[in-house]
Every structure is written in structure tokens, then in C-alpha cells.
T-cell receptor
Framework: NAGVTQTPKFQVLKTGQSMTLQCAQDMNHEYMSWYRQDPGMGLRLIHYSVGAGITDQGEVPNGYNVSRSTTEDFPLRLLSAAPSQTSVYFC??????????????FGPGTRLTVT | GENVEQHPSTLSVQEGDSAVIKCTYSDSASNYFPWYKQELGKRPQLIIDIRSNVGEKKDQRIAVTLNKTAKHFSLHITETQPEDSAVYFCAAQAYSGAGSYQLTFGKGTKLSVIP
């Protein structure tokens, strides 16, 4: 199993450009999520999905869109990039046991710089 | 929403000494408390977790304790080694039903083990 994969690893955007960060998992996990990591801020939840066709907002959703058409893929779209979105983005997935106590597996991250 | 406070933000210990990192949480509905280790430039990786029906869990040199009444939990690393140097994150997860839950992270503790 490849686990959780993310592309690209690095990206530089100009203010106002749009792009999609890709995330895929091959573990048949129902739950997938996106976090951003900024220095001194820990990881903050952007959006999450409990299954195909179902998404919800996390702590910092503004400026980002998600969709979940398949169990495997959970892309994150930046609609109009801003310097404040410069960050490292991690995708994660977990099996849903129904107890809410399931380990989340993280992808390798995407380092995004917006100039 | 959930709020997780983590202390200290930095911690330096001599090799062989113990290290303790403490976290508090605000949402009494949280029922899962994982700890992640993140080495420089790498993804967060789970090192130990504890569920709300357990007070203490140990795995070799690492232990976690949970006090639900006081809403705090701690990570204990004994006999520290240079390879323990990393950033450690605590997190709390509240389950809101229908497979929906959110993981909230502390801001991290940078542990340095001095040989």
C-alpha cells in the first residue's frame, strides 16, 4: 500500500492564481481531512469528509473548497491564492470505526508559497 | 469548538533524563487523545494514543496519562535519546455522531535531547 499520497510536493503561486492540491489514499478509509501547518500554530483543520459525497468545514475553511467524488481522492482547491495561504498542507485519512477514536494517517505534505 | 493548550513550547533535556509535555482541552465530549511526533521536514506520525475510558497507557519508554475530570493529559518520555529530538503535538478528538469528528491539535513542543 502507498498509504496517503499528495501532489505536488512544492508549489509557488502568484496572488490570485488558483490551483488544486491532490490527495489520494489506498487504504479504503472513509474519513479524510486537510490541515494546514504554520510555524508556532500546530495543525489546523481546513475541511474534512466522512465519506464519498459528504464534506464539512473545519476550523479554517475560508478560501478553500473540497469535494469527495470517490473514497480514494480528496482534492483541496484554492480559489484565489493569497499570501496568507502560504503554508504546509497535510492530507490525512482514517478508518471510521464509529467510535471517533481512530488513528489518522498523514500524507507527506505540500509546501505552498504564495507571492 | 475544542481548544487544546500545550506546554511547554520548547523543552531541552540531557540524554537519559525524562521529558514531560502537558496538554489541556476544553470540550468534555472529546474521547480520543493522540500524540504525534514530527521530525524536521517530515509528516506527523502517531507515537501513542489514549481513549477516554483509560487513565494511563504505556509503550516502552513512552507513556500517556489522562485526567478526564481535570481535562488534561500528559506525555512522558523516559531515558531520552538524541533520536527523540523532534516536535511533539498533542490532540483531542470530539465525536459528533454519524461518523463525523474533528481532531484539534496543540501548538507543539520542540524537544531537544542534548547528548
Amino acid at each position: 500500500n502507498a498509504g496517503v499520497t499528495q501532489t505536488p510536493k512544492f508549489q509557488v503561486l502568484k496572488t490570485g492564481q488558483s490551483m488544486t492540491l491532490q490527495c489520494a489514499q489506498d487504504m479504503n478509509h472513509e474519513y479524510m481531512s486537510w490541515y494546514r501547518q504554520d510555524p508556532g500554530m500546530g495543525l489546523r483543520l481546513i475541511h474534512y469528509s466522512v465519506g464519498a459525497g459528504i464534506t464539512d468545514q473545519g476550523e479554517v475553511p475560508n478560501g478553500y473548497n473540497v469535494s469527495r467524488s470517490t473514497t480514494e481522492d480528496f482534492p483541496l482547491r484554492l480559489l484565489s491564492a493569497a499570501p496568507s495561504q502560504t503554508s504546509v498542507y497535510f492530507c490525512a485519512s482514517s478508518y471510521s470505526s464509529g467510535t471517533g477514536s481512530d488513528e489518522q494517517y498523514f500524507g507527506p505534505g505540500t509546501r505552498l508559497t504564495v507571492t | 469548538g475544542e481548544n487544546v493548550e500545550q506546554h511547554p513550547s520548547t523543552l531541552s533535556v540531557q540524554e537519559g533524563d525524562s521529558a514531560v509535555i502537558k496538554c489541556t482541552y476544553s470540550d468534555s465530549a472529546s474521547n480520543y487523545f493522540p500524540w504525534y511526533k514530527q521530525e524536521l521536514g517530515k509528516r506527523p506520525q502517531l507515537i501513542i494514543d489514549i481513549r477516554s475510558n483509560v487513565g494511563e497507557k504505556k509503550d516502552q519508554r513512552i507513556a500517556v496519562t489522562l485526567n478526564k475530570t481535570a481535562k488534561h493529559f500528559s506525555l512522558h518520555i523516559t531515558e531520552t535519546q538524541p533520536e527523540d529530538s523532534a516536535v511533539y503535538f498533542c490532540a483531542a478528538q470530539a465525536y459528533s455522531g454519524a461518523g463525523s469528528y474533528q481532531l484539534t491539535f496543540g501548538k507543539g513542543t520542540k524537544l531537544s535531547v542534548i547528548p
